[in-house]
């Protein structure tokens, strides 16, 4: 399948890849981070799957979720009839779920299941048996249970049933893990479950305040933020997958079942702008437990309980999406430096408490620490919003986003009544500014530069205006954003930056797609411009690149005509909320 082909089901603590065939080829239990249990998204169906659909197995005709629900239905139409297929995960209790149910829309249909439970990304064989008339899988840590209302045979390393479904009928499949150590689960009542999870989603959408005229792609934007969501810590991760290539057949694939400071702190943006002030204070709790500790131990990205040793690990025996290798665990970026989070946080924490989270005393006193270690180090170099594995730079986005940085410290004092050194922190901004003006600026071309000193384009320069560091109908500005659009466009989307084989910023080989959230800062400046028509037509045509149930890669390969990376990525959603906004 490709990568738009699959859908999303989650609990808010883990999340499942759902192919358009009917077969879970991707979940990790019991968080986002843990090993997968079906791993075939990265391999083979001999990693890991379940699949169940109608006998032959082919795509389903049409697929949707419920309104304002993260509850997947597909139907087949099929000669004997139609049958549809409901999958979702319930809000968890103590064990996670993944249920099944299988419905007669019409006539009579044949249907087909194939269960592999697989551990450790596939690797682990598990020890099968039955008890009460249920499957068991243990392998090591791991135990999942398969409560089936038909009998499932053995063989082949697998488990499979055949069997017919007539119209009203329905037929409930779950699938629970559980540490192997603990006793059976209590098993859940599925139809009971289907109605307080359809509940809690159409609860929760019912918060938006978001009324433009794109609400159906924001809220199923929102929605999926929520999903990405772990809510025992409120930590964000930046997609539920790992090593979805962002160059088909080649090396850029990374782990991204983190949370990234800098990709939650826009997607808390999303959140707070349409109405969800919960999710800030929970986010911003975690972010207290993060990072509590030196400022100069501060890191991009941690677990999702706020782990910080994410050691990046090759797993040898997958083959990759679509012979994309290596496969990765764990994200080697853990270690870099990147100035910009710091201005990431200030300008969260800053909108957070603007929108009315209430105050803390806590939180204030870390955010002093950090200004403290921006005043100490913004003028170096280092990896930068794409977390180059390159040489470190003075890229232009870093320094700008220590800026701003100092631009909220002094907007906390001002409006939120704090204490601080705010003539100081005035005049570092006003240095920082006058620098980047000075050097990472070239005024031969009007435009600003990725790094001091170089001639290349970055698209994280679009935004300029929506951080308030220059207006949008500046000249150097107007300049930056007809730059890009001549420069770093492909097929009418925004690249990232140059890659080719005499450009080592990155330190890679291969090239990449379209970076989506590129395109939409795109879509956002050219609104503030007051280029409405130019930046309707590029959203709407943005738009059109969702899958069918309203999801978004990484990226677009307009060489591919296809998404390509890990998927659903916050980072394409966030600024697909943002856009709308713009827009409207």
């Known amino acids: 399948m490709r990568i738009e082909d699959y859908a999303l089901i989650g609990d808010m603590q883990s999340a499942a890849l759902v192919a358009r065939d009917g077969s879970i080829d991707w979940l990790c239990l019991p968080r986002f981070d843990s090993p997968a249990c079906f791993a075939a998204l990265l391999g083979s169906e001999r990693n890991g799957h379940w699949w169940l659909g109608p006998t032959g197995r082919q795509p389903a005709t049409r697929r949707r979720y419920r309104p304002d629900t993260l509850i997947l239905e597909s139907e087949w139409d099929t000669p004997t009839g139609t049958l549809r297929v409901i999958d979702f995960m319930p809000p968890r209790d103590v064990n ?24 450790d990304y596939g690797r682990i064989v598990p020890w099968v048996r039955r008890t009460d008339g249920h499957l068991q899988a243990i392998g090591g840590p791991d135990s999942a249970w398969m409560h089936s209302p038909v009998p499932l045979k053995g063989g082949d390393y697998a488990h499979r049933a055949t069997f017919h479904v007539k119209e009203g009928e329905r037929l409930s499949f779950v699938f629970t893990w559980h540490p192997s150590h603990e006793p059976m689960p209590a098993q859940i009542h599925c139809e009971n479950q289907l109605e307080e999870t359809e509940a809690m989603w159409a609860d929760w959408v019912a918060r938006c305040t978001y009324e433009g005229p794109y609400r159906e792609a924001v809220v199923r934007s929102l929605i999926t933020l929520k999903a990405l969501t772990y809510a025992p810590t409120g930590g964000i991760v930046a997609a539920p997958t790992t090593s979805l290539p962002e160059d088909l057949g080649g090396v850029r694939n990374w782990d991204y079942r983190y949370c990234w400071l800098r990709d939650a702190t826009m997607t808390l943006d999303a959140l707070i702008g349409s109405g969800y002030l919960d999710e800030a204070a929970a986010w911003r709790a975690w972010l207290l437990r993060a990072i509590a500790g030196r400022p100069q131990d501060l890191q991009i990205m941690y677990g999702v309980a706020g782990e910080r040793r994410l050691t990046e690990l090759q797993l040898g025996w997958l083959d990759g999406y679509e012979d994309s290798r290596p496969v990765r665990i764990g994200n080697q970026a853990v270690n870099q430096l990147q100035l910009d989070v710091y ?9 957070s408490r603007a929108m009315g989270l209430p105050p803390d005393d806590r939180a204030w006193s870390i955010q002093r620490e950090l200004l403290d270690y921006v005043e100490d180090h913004w003028h170096e170099p280092d990896e930068g919003l794409w977390e180059v594995r390159g040489p470190r730079r003075h890229f232009t986005h870093s320094k700008m986003m220590c800026w701003v940085a100092l631009d909220r410290a002094v907007k906390y004092v001002q409006e939120f009544g704090r204490t601080g050194p705010v003539d100081r922190w005035l005049a570092l901004r006003d240095t920082i500014h006058a620098e980047i003006c000075d050097k990472g600026y070239d005024p031969r071309r009007n435009t600003f530069t990725q790094s001091y000193g170089s001639t290349e384009l970055d698209a994280s320069l679009l935004m300029m205006p929506s ?7 500046d000249p150097r500005v107007r300049g930056t954003v007809a730059a890009i659009e001549k420069e770093l466009m492909s097929d009418g989307f925004v690249l990232r930056y140059p890659v080719a084989a005499d450009n080592d910023v990155d330190g890679l080989p291969g090239g990449e797609g379209a970076f989506l959230a590129c395109s939409f800062w795109l879509v956002e400046v050219m609104a503030k411009q007051g280029r409405k028509e130019e930046a309707t037509q590029l959203f709407e045509r943005l738009l059109a690149l969702r899958n069918d149930v309203g999801l978004l890669a990484e990226e677009f390969d307009p060489r591919y005509g296809r998404q390509v990376g890990n998927f659903p990525q916050a980072f394409s959603h966030v600024p697909l909320i943002l856009a709308a906004r713009a827009l409207s």
């Open 467 to 473: 951080v308030g560091f220059l207006p949008p109908d």
């Open 343 to 351: 201005g990431e946080v200030m300008n969260c924490l800053y909108e």
């Open 96 to 119: 996670p779920d993944v249920v099944r149910i299988v419905e007669g829309v019409s006539g009579t249909v044949e249907v087909s299941t194939t269960l592999r439970v697989r551990f």
